[in-house]
């Protein structure tokens, strides 16, 4: 059955402890809605496309919001943004981008030029990332599923 929550988030991130930190986050939010995780890129486009042991869409829906951070890995959230953008069934799902506070100028300008609804600074004192994702969080699920933030 279908979750009645009005989001189902996709995080895209390969750090186990910040997954941790931004399930948790959305889990303290009563009624905010559901989060599924994807370790790596090539994880999440077949979430997306519901290939393999995906393609069960009452099990694994499609989100509500993407949130990647912005290197996975070997591969960029950019390129997973960009991605996202040329698929006709999925560009109009909200993409926050979670960048390092030394992503390069360039790529954020591409993040933007791409479509991304958001781009968040990730600080790098542990406190302050907790904080940061729980607000984010907190303002993510305060919007309609269907309204851009």
Known sequence: ?????????L???NDAKEATLLAQAFAKIPDCGTVSVARN???????????GIYHDRTKFRLPSTILASY??????????????????????????????????????????????????TKPQSPTELKTMIENLAAAMCSEAPDVSF
């Open 71 to 120: 290197q996975v890995d070997n591969d960029s959230g950019v390129d997973l943004l960009a991605w996202v953008k040329g698929h006709p069934t999925l560009r109009t799902i909200p993409f926050v981008l979670l960048a390092p506070a030394s992503a390069s100028p360039g790529e954020i300008v591409r993040a933007k030029r791409t479509g991304s609804v958001k781009i968040a």
């Open 11 to 13: 995080l895209v991130e």
């Open 1 to 9: 059955m279908i979750s009645s929550l009005p989001h189902h988030f």
């Open 41 to 51: 890129i090539s994880e999440a486009k077949a979430y997306l496309q519901g290939a």
